[in-house]
Protein backbone atom coordinates (compact mmCIF):
# COMPACT_ATOMS: atom_id res chain seq x y z
CA UNK A 1 0.00 0.00 0.00
CA UNK A 2 1.23 3.44 -0.85
CA UNK A 3 0.04 6.71 1.47
CA UNK A 4 0.66 9.24 0.01
CA UNK A 5 2.69 10.52 -3.12
CA UNK A 6 5.66 9.24 -3.55
CA UNK A 7 7.06 11.76 -5.57
CA UNK A 8 6.62 14.15 -1.88
CA UNK A 9 6.51 12.44 0.62
CA UNK A 10 4.58 9.01 1.21
CA UNK A 11 4.29 5.83 3.25
CA UNK A 12 4.92 2.85 1.16
CA UNK A 13 3.60 -0.32 3.46
CA UNK A 14 2.54 -4.50 3.44
CA UNK A 15 2.40 -7.14 5.32
CA UNK A 16 4.07 -10.74 3.89
CA UNK A 17 2.04 -13.11 4.85
CA UNK A 18 5.32 -15.74 3.70
CA UNK A 19 7.54 -13.93 6.35
CA UNK A 20 5.09 -13.62 9.26
CA UNK A 21 3.66 -15.97 11.77
CA UNK A 22 1.05 -15.88 14.72
CA UNK A 23 3.83 -13.44 16.62
CA UNK A 24 5.52 -11.48 14.24
CA UNK A 25 3.92 -9.32 11.51
CA UNK A 26 6.75 -8.98 9.02
CA UNK A 27 6.84 -7.11 5.64
CA UNK A 28 8.05 -3.94 4.47
CA UNK A 29 7.81 -0.47 5.77
CA UNK A 30 9.50 2.85 3.13
CA UNK A 31 9.31 5.91 3.04
CA UNK A 32 9.71 8.33 -0.09
CA UNK A 33 11.14 11.50 0.46
CA UNK A 34 10.87 13.33 -3.04
CA UNK A 35 11.09 10.28 -4.84
CA UNK A 36 13.98 9.03 -2.81
CA UNK A 37 12.79 5.44 -1.30
CA UNK A 38 14.51 4.86 2.07
CA UNK A 39 15.94 2.51 3.21
CA UNK A 40 17.27 2.24 -0.55
CA UNK A 41 17.53 -1.76 -0.16
CA UNK A 42 14.53 -4.50 0.72
CA UNK A 43 15.17 -5.16 4.30
CA UNK A 44 12.59 -7.42 6.46
CA UNK A 45 10.17 -5.32 9.03
CA UNK A 46 9.14 -6.24 12.01
CA UNK A 47 5.96 -4.13 11.55
CA UNK A 48 4.49 -4.87 14.77
CA UNK A 49 6.89 -3.69 16.44
CA UNK A 50 8.38 -0.97 15.02
CA UNK A 51 5.28 0.80 13.61
CA UNK A 52 4.28 0.35 17.94
CA UNK A 53 7.71 2.32 18.41
CA UNK A 54 6.84 4.61 15.11
CA UNK A 55 3.49 5.33 16.76
CA UNK A 56 3.05 5.01 19.82
CA UNK A 57 5.75 3.97 22.23
CA UNK A 58 7.80 7.07 21.23
CA UNK A 59 6.42 8.58 18.61
CA UNK A 60 7.99 9.96 15.53
CA UNK A 61 8.85 13.49 14.69
CA UNK A 62 6.41 12.59 11.75
CA UNK A 63 3.83 12.75 14.09
CA UNK A 64 5.06 14.96 16.98
CA UNK A 65 6.40 17.97 14.10
CA UNK A 66 8.28 19.62 16.74
CA UNK A 67 8.80 23.07 16.20
CA UNK A 68 12.12 24.65 15.89
CA UNK A 69 12.55 27.96 13.72
CA UNK A 70 16.29 28.02 13.68
CA UNK A 71 16.85 24.76 12.53
CA UNK A 72 13.83 24.78 10.33
CA UNK A 73 16.10 27.14 8.02
CA UNK A 74 19.18 25.80 8.26
CA UNK A 75 20.71 24.95 5.41
CA UNK A 76 19.94 21.29 4.36
CA UNK A 77 23.15 19.22 4.42
CA UNK A 78 24.72 21.35 8.07
CA UNK A 79 21.01 20.67 9.50
CA UNK A 80 21.12 16.38 8.43
CA UNK A 81 24.55 17.11 9.52
CA UNK A 82 23.64 18.75 13.57
CA UNK A 83 21.01 16.21 13.64
CA UNK A 84 22.95 13.22 12.79
CA UNK A 85 26.02 14.36 14.84
CA UNK A 86 23.83 15.08 18.15
CA UNK A 87 22.28 11.36 17.43
CA UNK A 88 25.87 10.04 17.89
CA UNK A 89 26.84 11.84 20.72
CA UNK A 90 26.16 10.72 24.65
CA UNK A 91 25.40 14.00 26.02
CA UNK A 92 22.22 15.95 25.58
CA UNK A 93 22.19 19.38 24.42
CA UNK A 94 20.16 21.20 27.43
CA UNK A 95 16.40 21.44 26.14
CA UNK A 96 17.11 19.81 23.11
CA UNK A 97 16.46 15.44 22.57
CA UNK A 98 17.67 15.35 19.02
CA UNK A 99 14.66 11.72 19.27
CA UNK A 100 11.67 14.73 19.15
CA UNK A 101 13.66 15.39 15.33
CA UNK A 102 14.22 11.80 14.34
CA UNK A 103 11.62 9.59 12.24
CA UNK A 104 13.51 6.78 10.64
CA UNK A 105 13.44 3.36 11.87
CA UNK A 106 15.73 0.44 13.64
CA UNK A 107 15.67 -0.87 10.09
CA UNK A 108 16.25 1.78 8.15
CA UNK A 109 19.02 2.80 10.18
CA UNK A 110 20.46 -1.20 9.98
CA UNK A 111 20.72 -0.30 6.22
CA UNK A 112 22.46 3.44 7.47
CA UNK A 113 19.46 5.79 6.36
CA UNK A 114 18.65 8.01 9.19
CA UNK A 115 15.41 10.45 8.10
CA UNK A 116 14.31 13.64 10.27
CA UNK A 117 11.61 16.46 10.21
CA UNK A 118 11.22 19.80 11.68
CA UNK A 119 8.41 22.07 11.65
CA UNK A 120 7.77 25.62 11.32
CA UNK A 121 4.15 25.44 12.69
CA UNK A 122 2.91 25.18 9.33
CA UNK A 123 5.45 23.15 7.12
CA UNK A 124 7.38 20.14 7.97
CA UNK A 125 10.68 19.74 6.50
CA UNK A 126 11.35 16.41 5.95
CA UNK A 127 14.95 15.07 5.14
CA UNK A 128 16.65 11.85 4.85
CA UNK A 129 19.97 10.41 3.53
CA UNK A 130 21.75 7.24 3.10
CA UNK A 131 25.40 7.93 5.09
CA UNK A 132 28.58 5.82 4.50
CA UNK A 133 29.18 4.88 7.83
CA UNK A 134 32.81 4.40 7.86
CA UNK A 135 32.93 7.99 7.79
CA UNK A 136 33.50 10.57 10.56
CA UNK A 137 30.22 12.89 10.17
CA UNK A 138 31.61 15.69 12.64
CA UNK A 139 34.22 16.72 9.45
CA UNK A 140 32.71 19.40 7.61
CA UNK A 141 34.13 17.73 4.21
CA UNK A 142 32.28 14.20 5.14
CA UNK A 143 29.03 16.14 6.06
CA UNK A 144 29.23 17.81 2.12
CA UNK A 145 29.56 14.77 0.49
CA UNK A 146 26.00 13.83 1.65
CA UNK A 147 23.46 13.35 -1.03
CA UNK A 148 20.26 14.90 1.62
CA UNK A 149 16.81 14.13 0.24
CA UNK A 150 14.46 17.15 1.49
CA UNK A 151 11.20 18.00 1.08
CA UNK A 152 8.54 20.47 2.55
CA UNK A 153 4.92 19.46 3.24
CA UNK A 154 2.32 21.24 4.41
CA UNK A 155 1.88 20.27 8.18
CA UNK A 156 -2.09 19.19 7.34
CA UNK A 157 -0.83 17.02 4.73
CA UNK A 158 1.11 15.09 6.85
CA UNK A 159 -1.46 14.50 9.08
CA UNK A 160 -3.63 13.00 6.20
CA UNK A 161 -0.95 10.55 5.79
CA UNK A 162 -0.39 9.79 9.40
CA UNK A 163 -3.84 9.20 10.02
CA UNK A 164 -4.29 6.62 6.82
CA UNK A 165 -1.38 4.76 7.95
CA UNK A 166 -2.51 4.62 11.86
CA UNK A 167 -5.39 3.49 9.82
CA UNK A 168 -3.73 0.52 8.30
CA UNK A 169 -1.82 -0.93 11.19
CA UNK A 170 -4.85 -0.78 13.24
CA UNK A 171 -6.49 -3.04 10.80
CA UNK A 172 -3.27 -4.93 9.38
CA UNK A 173 -1.48 -4.98 11.97
CA UNK A 174 -2.49 -5.37 15.57
Not at 2 to 12: C, D, E, H, S
Amino acid sequence: MVIGNPYVFAFMIDKVSEWSDATFKNGVFFVAINGVIFPHVLATTVLNSELYGFLEARPSSLLKMPINDMLFHMQKDVLFSTLLNALSQDDEMEGFDVLDYKFSTNTMEDEACYCFSVSNGKMLRILGAKIDVSLDYSQKENCNSLCVSEVEVDVEYMKEQIEMLKKYYHKEII
